[in-house]
């Protein structure tokens, strides 16, 4: 009884401690909470950053004429779809007049420079380095610490890979390449058998190093081609440039659902540049499963077992109507038309390995056909109504991206590239 009346006036030191012990606890706890909340919106806007400097690189195969232009808006355009601050708030102050967002580089480590100094000399350029505009974002809980606001923003370099560190996995239709033959190259039976291009207003672009192209001798850009042959007189009569792949049952289905499914790996191994393919003998055109496997890209489904899920449309299916759409109209959008079902990126564009003529000389006595290159063709229209089944695309280029890549490990060299974030 005497200890406990001796503490009978030792009163509130607990509360005190309590008291002070609690506004630490919360202060700790709302400094964590406002860096998770800082964290999470500098992660928002690296992705932005991220997205915009591939979407800027896809442009970099496009001509020197419009590249650097295209990858500011490309870049510009996927930044303002990106959201930052728990996913709800825009970059209202992000629009395409703000080139010194985007910068370029001919070095992933070199002197950057703004679009209108790229622009002057776009040649060599390979990087594109994306900045998001700073942007403030508010402290709740640990402003004695860190302020009202915390000014972030982030930034992201991407360029196009160089090529052949991806394999891919070409389209089921053989591209022939006459070369220097020209109108001289004939089948073995003696049928005229030549590129042929039609050009597009302005006629063929240059070649990659600055010399003509003769769209009868070579494949030139902003010209187009015939990719799969009707019947008559094709330089493998037959075949009409159908290719199969090892050990699958070649038939009129397999075409359809692999002209539906496009540039994959599901069921052929990669092809690279060197290497030998089989090309389909099964006899017919297969003009039907032609068509229905091309249309899904335009989503049209005329075949039961073809659904947009499965095979989605193209986000633009437009064709200005027999005359179909340039390449160059497509990626400016002067013609527009979007599809009913869930798109796709990438789905007018094919990618086709091109076979030389002399390896089809005797096509209807071989077993394969020699793959010379790859490369990218869009359809300007689909596929229409007739027994022929053929299909004409144009030539976009050499150096494909947008494809389905594995990863590197083949000692082949390929000529496909894709953009890649350096940093």
Request: net charge negative.
């Amino acid at each position: 009884m005497t200890k406990c009346s001796g503490r009978k006036n030792e009163r509130g030191n607990v509360l005190v401690y309590t008291v002070m012990s609690a506004l630490f606890l919360f202060l700790a706890v709302g400094l964590g909470v406002d860096l998770s909340h800082l964290y999470l919106a500098k992660t928002e806007l690296q992705n932005a950053a991220d997205a915009a400097a591939l979407a800027g690189a896809s442009a970099f195969s496009l001509p020197n004429e419009t590249k650097i232009s295209t990858a500011v808006d490309r870049a510009m355009l996927v930044m303002n779809l990106n959201k930052y601050n728990f996913d709800n708030r825009n970059f209202n102050a992000v629009n395409t007049a703000e080139t010194p967002l985007v910068e370029f580089s001919v070095n992933v480590d070199g002197t950057y420079m703004s679009a209108e100094a790229a622009a002057a000399d776009p040649t060599n350029i390979r990087f594109i380095r994306v900045r998001t505009p700073t942007v403030p974002i508010s402290v709740f809980f640990a402003m004695p610490i860190l302020g009202s606001q915390q000014n972030l923003s982030a930034r992201a370099t991407a360029g196009l890979s160089v090529p052949g560190n991806v394999n891919f996995c070409p389209g089921p239709l053989a591209v022939v390449d006459c070369g220097a033959l020209g109108a001289a190259c004939v089948d073995g039976k003696g049928n005229a058998y030549h590129l042929a291009g039609v050009c597009n207003a302005g006629g063929p672009l240059p070649n990659p190093d600055g010399t003509a192209c003769d769209p009868d001798k070579q494949l030139c850009r902003n010209c187009r081609y015939i990719i799969r042959d009707g019947s008559g007189s094709a330089i493998a009569p037959g075949n009409y440039h159908g290719l199969c792949c090892p050990n699958t049952n070649c038939d009129a289905d397999w075409i359809r659902h692999r002209l539906a499914g496009g540039n994959d790996c599901i069921e052929c191994p990669p092809v690279n540049p060197g290497d030998e393919v089989t090309p389909t003998t099964k006899t017919g055109v297969n003009a039907g499963p032609v068509k229905q496997g091309i249309n899904t890209r335009f989503d049209e489904y005329t075949s039961s077992d073809l659904n947009p899920i499965d095979h989605p449309p193209d986000p633009n299916i437009a064709t200005n109507g027999n005359a179909g759409i340039t390449w160059n109209d497509y990626t400016t959008s002067t013609y527009f038309q979007a599809p009913s079902h869930e798109p796709a990126a990438g789905r007018r564009l094919l990618i086709l390995p091109i076979t030389p003529y002399s390896s089809w000389n005797d096509a209807n006595g071989r077993d394969t056909v020699t793959v010379s290159a790859l490369g990218a063709f869009f359809l300007q229209n689909k596929v229409g109504n007739g027994s022929s089944g053929e299909i004409y695309a144009e030539y976009v280029g050499d150096d494909i991206i947008s494809a389905v890549g594995l990863a590197p490990g083949g000692s082949a060299v390929t000529n496909v590239v894709t953009p890649v974030l350096y940093r």
